[in-house]
C-alpha cells in the first residue's frame, strides 16, 4: 500500500532517560515527517526520577562516568565548559580539571541530561521537525482506536490523538505502608524524606545501590563524615543521635561490588553472538533460546583468547558450578573485609586503566542477554533468576569508590551493620508504628527483631499486569500479562504442585506467569490474542521486568530505542 504522506504523529509519555534517547534517535533518523509531543509530567527533562530530587540528594553519585556514557549530543566534558558558575561552584567541579573518567553527582548529571534535551530541541526545529513538551502533566490514559489504528492520550488536561505512543514512564515505587504505619517507608525516594533525626536502629531491606543511597543521606542527617590529615575517612554520630546505627538485611548476606574500569565502556564485544545467531539455535531448539547456549557462547568462550588462564578455568563449569565457585570467595570473607579489598583492586584497576575482565564480562553478558530473554524456556528462566542474577546484581552494581569510603567508615564507627536473612524473611509492619522483622539467621534460628524504622530498599520491584496504569488498555485486552512456555511439562507439573505460578492453556502447554508485560522485539505491546500492536511501544522499566530481566540503565535507553525508532520508521503502511 502506498506510504502515507502526512506526518507522523508521535507521542512520548515521559520526558526521562528513556524519552531522552528516544527523541534523540527519532531527530537524528533523517525523517523530517514527524510532530513529536512529550508528555512530562515534571517542570524539567532528561532528568527523569533517577537524577533529580525524586531520586537523588546532593550527595548521590552516578555509578558511570563521562566516557561510559552512551553518545548524546556533546559529552559531559564539553557540556561543563558552559555549565553556569553557580551549578559548578555547588557541587565543587572546576570544569578544567575534569576527568572523563570519574563518577558525578546525580543531580548535576541530571542537569546535563537536561541540556541534551535543549540542544536535540534546537536541532529539531532546524530539521524542521515539530516538537511540543506539556511539562507538569499526567498522563490518565491511553485508548487504542483499532479500526483506524491510532492512539488517543488522555492527560490531566486534555485529550489528543497519535499515530504513534512509546510509553517511557520511568520508575514507580507503589506506595503500600508509607503514610500509614510510623517509621515505615516503602522506597527511600525522593530521599529528603530520610534527612530526619532518629535514635534507635534502622531496619534497611536489601543491600543493592538503592540501599547505598538510604545509607549516605541517614548518616548525614545523624553525623558527619571527617576526612583526617593522612586521607582516610571516619564517622562521628551527632549528638542528638547516640543510639543511631544502620542494620542492612540481605538474602545473600552481601555487599555489592566495586566499579571498576571498564575495557569496553559500552557493554559491548564484537564476539557476541548476533541475532541471526539466537535465530538459527532458536530454530534448532524447538523456539527456545538456551540459557547454557548464550553462558557458553556469550561469555565463556570470549576468554579463550582474551584470558587463556581463566577460559581453562571456567570451560567445564556449568551455569551452577561457576555461580557457586565465584560466590565461594563472598561467602567467606566477612563482607565488609571483602568491600575494602575489593576496593583497594578496583582502585588499581581504575589508576592502571585495566579492566577486572571477568566481572566486564559478567556485565556484557547481562546487557546481551536481556533483549532475547523472552525466548528462553520457563526452566531456565527460573534457573536464571535463581542462580546467575544474584551473582550479576552483586558484581555489576558498580558501587562508587566514594560510597564504599562511607561504607567502610560506617562500620568501622559501629553505625553499619549488615545480617543474611533468608528468602521466607517477613516484614510484619505494627499497629503503633514500625515493623518486625521475621527471619531465619545463618545458623537456621529465627529470629523476630521490632525496628521502630524500616526503609525497603530492593530496588525498582517489577510490577504485575494488573499494576499497569493505564487502564483502557486492559479493558481493550490490548496489553497480556507476560509469560514464558515450559520445555517440560513433567518440570511444569512440578511447579503447579509447589504453588508457583503456573498455568496450562487449551492446548495442554504449561506457562510460567512472570511479571509486567507482555512484548516483541521492537518494544511493541502484545495483545491477548498474541498480535502484536503497531502504534503502542514500551520501555517504561517497572512493566517489563518479565521479559527484560535487567532492563535498566542508559545502554538499555540507548539499545531500545534504536528498535523502536528503526520499527516506527519503517512502517509502510497506510491505515
Known sequence: MPKNTSNKKIAILGGGPSGLFLYKRLVESGSTDLEITIFERKSMLGAGMPYSTEGAN???????????????????EEWLQTAPTELLDKFDINPNKFNEYKVLP?????????SQFELLQQIASVKGILTTIHYQT???DIIYNKEHHNVTIETTHDKAVFDYAVICTGHNWPIRYEGKVKGYFDSPYPPAKLEVHLNHAVAIRGSSLTAIDAIRTLARSNGKFIKEADGTTRFEKAAESPDFKMVIHSRSGMLPAVRFHLEDSHLSNDSLLTREDIDEHRKKNDGFLSLDFIFKNNFKEIFREKDPDFYDRIKELSIEEFVEEMMELR????????????????EKSIKRQESIYWKEMLAVLSFAMNHPAKYLSAEDMQRLQKVLMPLISIVIAFVPQKSCIELLSLHHAGVLDIVAVNHNSLVEPQNGGGVLYKYNDENENLQAVYYNTFIDCIGQPHLSYEDF?????????????????FKSHETASKALETGSSVEKDSQGNYFLNVSGI????????????????ENIYIMAVPYIGGFNPDYSGLDFCEAASKLIVESILSDTYNF
Do not use: C, W
Request: charged fraction near 20%; hydrophobic fraction near 40%; avoid cysteine.
Open 518 to 533: 507482555a512484548m516483541n522485539d521492537n518494544f511493541q505491546i502484545i495483545d491477548q490474542y498474541g498480535a502484536y500492536n
Open 106 to 114: 546525580r543531580i548535576l548529571f541530571g542537569y546535563y541530561l537536561s
Open 469 to 485: 496504569p493505564f487502564k483502557s488498555l486492559l479493558t481493550q485486552k490490548v496489553i497480556s500479562p507476560a509469560k514464558l512456555k
Open 58 to 76: 546532593e550527595e548521590h553519585l552516578t555509578n558511570v562516568s563521562d566516557n561510559e556514557i552512551p553518545e548524546i549530543v556533546n559529552s559531559i
Open 138 to 140: 499526567n498522563v490518565l
Open 331 to 346: 561467602e567467606r570473607l566477612d563482607p565488609f573485609q571483602l568491600l575494602k579489598a575489593e576496593y583497594i583492586q578496583a
